[in-house]
Structure formats: structure tokens, C-alpha cells
């Protein structure tokens, strides 16, 4: 069965600060990973999309890495703003066409004054 | 652009009742899904629609119906509201792609089955 796990499931950082989301995931076939940014009450927003033979990807101060070896991934966040708050949630692609989704639970990261 | 629009924002449902979630886009699309989101759980695909007049059943299609007459157009029809249907309910779409193009979500509808 397809799983996508992310840790932790919160996160509280001090605003400034730098932290690291991750993610383990067991699809197959794998086409793509994506990270997901989920304010309170919208719907996601991509951050980034990274293919099989892409290590890492960035999106201003989101960067993103892929172990495609491991089936690990994480999301960095840089210098944390107020708005950074909300869910991250890490989704693997599993179809040739890279549209049909596996959704992790997501990580809640709240970032505090 | 508009992108991606839902309505209702929020609805209370009496078990058995029926309603319709309605979709739009206007970024002339041709992929459009819809997902359910259960709290701390990921999201699971219900229906999905790779066009105008072709639709297809997703991992949780039990207790809905699409339908997909214009590009821009894919609701969602609950026909006998049930508590375990009670989510958040997003719509998407994307165009297509060799390694899967953007999805574009709407905002969400609320829905509680009481």
C-alpha cells in the first residue's frame, strides 16, 4: 500500500529560526514528490516539485531535498516568517503521468514572535 | 484569474439529505479531482475527470457522483448524507503532463453530516 509518513506531526520554532520537515515515503511506481504549503481554512499551495533525478529544489527560503535511494525527503525552511504558520504536507506522485497523488498527513508548524 | 472556486464555504447536512458541491476553473484545464480531507489525515482522492465527458472513481468514491459536461465545470453529488462523509472537500486541477503537472486547489468546502 502506498504511504507517505512525515515527522514530526507540530513544531513550534521561534521566529528567525531555521527548522527541517521530513518525510519517508513507500510508492511505487514513484513519478514525482511534491511539498505543499496548507494555510488554516485554504486549500494547499505547491511549494515545490521534484522528479526522480532531482536532490534538491528551492522555492525562496523553502528548499527541498530528494533521496529517491532512501525514499526520503524533507523541506527547510530558512529564516522563518510569522506567515510560514500553517501545514506542510509532503505528496508523492505514483502514476507514469504524475497526477495521481499520495497525501502525507502533513506537519503543523506554528512560528512564534 | 479566478482559478479555482468552490461553493458552498461551509454547509450543515441532516443525515439522508442530498447536495452538490460545485467546481470551477478558469484556467482551461483539462485535469480536474476532487479530495476529501479528514483532520491529521492526508488527503484521498475521491473522483477525478481527465476531460470534458470522462470522469473516473479515486481511492474513496463510495457515496458520491461526478459529472464533467464542460471544462471548466466538475461538481460533486452527495446523494444520502452520512455522518462519515462529514470533511473538507477540495477541488483541483492541473494540466497535463509527462511527470505531472501543478495541481491548483480551490479553498474548501466544509461539510458536517449530523
Known amino acids: 500500500k502506498n504511504q507517505v509518513e512525515q515527522s514530526p506531526q507540530s513544531l513550534i520554532i521561534l521566529e528567525g529560526k531555521n527548522c527541517t520537515l521530513q518525510?519517508?515515503?513507500?510508492?511505487?511506481?514513484?513519478?514525482?514528490l511534491r511539498w505543499y504549503k496548507q494555510d488554516t481554512g485554504r486549500g494547499p499551495v505547491s511549494l515545490t516539485i521534484?522528479?526522480?533525478?532531482?536532490n534538491t529544489k528551492s522555492n525562496g527560503r523553502y528548499t527541498a531535498t530528494l533521496d529517491a535511494d532512501t525514499k526520503q525527503s524533507s523541506l527547510h525552511i530558512t529564516a522563518s516568517q510569522l506567515s510560514d504558520s500553517a501545514s506542510y504536507i509532503c505528496?508523492?506522485?505514483?502514476?507514469?503521468?504524475?497526477?495521481?497523488?499520495?497525501f502525507g498527513g502533513g506537519t503543523r508548524l506554528m512560528v512564534k514572535p | 484569474n479566478a482559478g479555482v472556486t468552490q461553493t458552498p464555504k461551509f454547509r450543515i447536512l441532516k443525515i439522508g439529505q442530498s447536495m452538490t458541491l460545485q467546481c470551477a476553473q478558469d484556467?482551461?484545464?483539462?485535469?480536474m479531482y476532487w479530495y476529501r480531507q479528514d483532520p491529521g489525515m492526508g488527503l484521498k482522492l475521491i473522483y477525478y475527470?481527465?476531460?470534458?465527458?470522462?470522469?473516473d472513481k479515486g481511492e474513496v468514491p463510495n457515496g458520491y457522483n461526478v459529472s464533467r459536461s464542460t471544462t471548466e465545470d466538475f461538481p460533486l453529488r452527495l446523494e444520502l448524507a452520512a455522518p462519515s462523509q462529514t470533511s473538507v472537500y477540495f477541488c483541483?486541477?492541473?494540466?497535463?503532463?509527462?511527470?505531472?503537472?501543478?495541481?491548483?486547489f480551490g479553498p474548501g468546502t466544509r461539510l458536517t453530516v449530523l
Open positions: 483541483a486541477s492541473s494540466y497535463p503532463g509527462t511527470q505531472g503537472s501543478e495541481q491548483f
Open positions: 518525510c519517508n515515503y513507500t510508492v511505487s511506481p514513484f513519478s514525482n
Open positions: 521534484m522528479t526522480f533525478s532531482e
Open positions: 505528496v508523492v506522485a505514483f502514476n507514469n503521468a504524475g497526477n495521481m497523488l499520495t
Open positions: 484556467m482551461n484545464h483539462n485535469y
Open positions: 475527470s481527465v476531460g470534458a465527458g470522462i470522469t
